[in-house]
């Protein structure tokens, strides 16, 4: 028997709607039930987070804005040069420039902000939570966000510290033998470079500040913050201002947020997977876990150490609604993360996927 075209379309729709309509229903059947809400102020972030997770309970008791007393945390970083990862004295792209990528979520209103590949500016999570408040966009990057950032009376100024300099000085005239960079006389010209001990099998490093709270009043938000992989190509977007990937958040669920290698977050959508799976029923930890696996199983060989195992460090942090936090980390290199109770904020050490 023929059918034409629209007879097919209209009876596969008519089937579809009843099948999806009876999946629905029976998986809302099953799925297990929310985790009942709490009220915080509870942080998880990364371990270079207990000045930013301090910062964001004591604003957060304060009544500030929630989601404001997070970034004013992050701030705190972004404005510190000694930390290499994030906003002033943030490691540059191979061409000495740096280059910051940052985000923010809202779960009250299920908003985003982010900015990438924003020079000058020593404060991209205030320029991301400014794209979420003051435009009708979510991601602004480039040229295009420095001059967003300007029009909202931010600063410019030069990011790269005279320590930054001299480390990217130093991996410029070391990280080839075949070019005509050299360091300093009666240096030897390395022939592998040291950066490649330094993250475990990473030529390069992927510093970054994450912290996610769950608010007072029980609602959640986040804030991602990076000045990405050091030494990348210029225009190199991680996963820290693409929401889903280094930072997500669902108000009915948790939040969740990355650190280490962003390509493989990129690959994955790894915060939204930690928050979907702590809304099928685990923990944040087995969450966070679980996408380790999944990561780790589609890891390409070049990435892979002789073990078999994902060479390179990633880190998962995620706070439930009920006020349950948790992370993991696939290698052990630097593998601590930062909970704030609510009493005080305290570095514990991650349990890993690899490597003990
Ligand atoms: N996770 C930071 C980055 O890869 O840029």
Same mark, same amino acid.
């Given at each position: 028997m023929s059918m034409t075209r629209r007879g097919f379309l209209a009876t596969v729709g008519a089937g579809s709607a009843m099948g999806v309509g009876g999946a629905l229903s029976a998986a809302a059947q099953d799925a297990p039930a929310l985790p009942k809400p709490a009220n915080g102020p509870i942080v998880i972030g990364s371990r270079n987070a207990l000045a930013a997770a301090t910062r964001a309970v004591g604003g957060m008791r304060k009544g500030e804005d929630p989601l404001d007393a997070v970034i004013r945390g992050i701030n705190l970083v972004e404005d510190d %040069?000694?930390?290499? *990862?994030?906003?002033?004295g943030g490691l540059p792209n191979e061409d000495g420039e740096v280059e910051l990528d940052a985000s923010v979520m809202d779960g009250r209103t299920h908003k985003a902000g982010a900015v990438a *590949?924003? &020079? @000058?500016? &020593?404060n991209p999570a205030s320029v991301a939570a400014l794209v979420m408040? &003051? !435009?009708? @966009? #979510?991601l602004i990057v480039g040229d295009g966000a420095l001059r967003f950032a300007r029009a909202h009376g931010f600063q410019e100024e030069n990011l790269l510290t005279d320590k930054a300099r001299r480390v990217w000085l130093e991996w410029k005239e070391q990280h *080839?033998? @075949? =070019?005509d960079w050299l360091p300093p006389e009666g240096t030897e010209k390395k022939k592998?470079?040291?950066?490649? !001990?330094?993250?475990?099998?990473? =030529?390069f490093t992927y510093g970054t500040i994450h912290v996610s709270a769950l608010t007072p009043a029980g609602d959640l938000v986040g804030c991602t913050s990076t000045s990405g /992989?050091?030494?990348?190509? %210029?225009?190199r977007v991680g996963d820290s201002p693409i929401i889903g990937a280094g930072l997500f958040v669902d108000n009915q669920v948790g939040a969740a947020g990355s650190t280490g290698r962003g390509e493989a977050n990129l690959q994955n959508c790894s915060s939204f997977l930690v928050v979907e799976l702590m809304r099928q029923g685990r923990t944040p930890e087995e969450a966070c876990f679980e996408v380790l696996r999944r990561i780790a199983g589609r !890891?390409?060989?070049?990435? /892979?150490?002789p073990a078999g195992e994902p060479g390179y460090q990633l880190k998962l942090y995620a706070v439930r609604r009920d006020g349950l936090t948790g992370g993991a980390a696939? &290698? %052990? #290199?630097?593998?601590e993360m930062v909970v704030h109770d609510g009493r005080e904020a305290k570095k514990l050490k991650m349990k890993t996927l690899y490597g003990g």
């Open positions: %040069p000694n930390d290499d *990862s994030v906003g002033l *590949s924003l &020079r @000058h500016i &020593r408040r &003051r !435009t009708d @966009h #979510v *080839s033998e @075949h =070019d592998e470079f040291g950066w490649k !001990t330094r993250i475990d099998g990473s =030529d /992989l050091s030494f990348k190509i %210029p225009g !890891t390409e060989k070049r990435l /892979l150490n696939m &290698r %052990p #290199v630097e593998a």
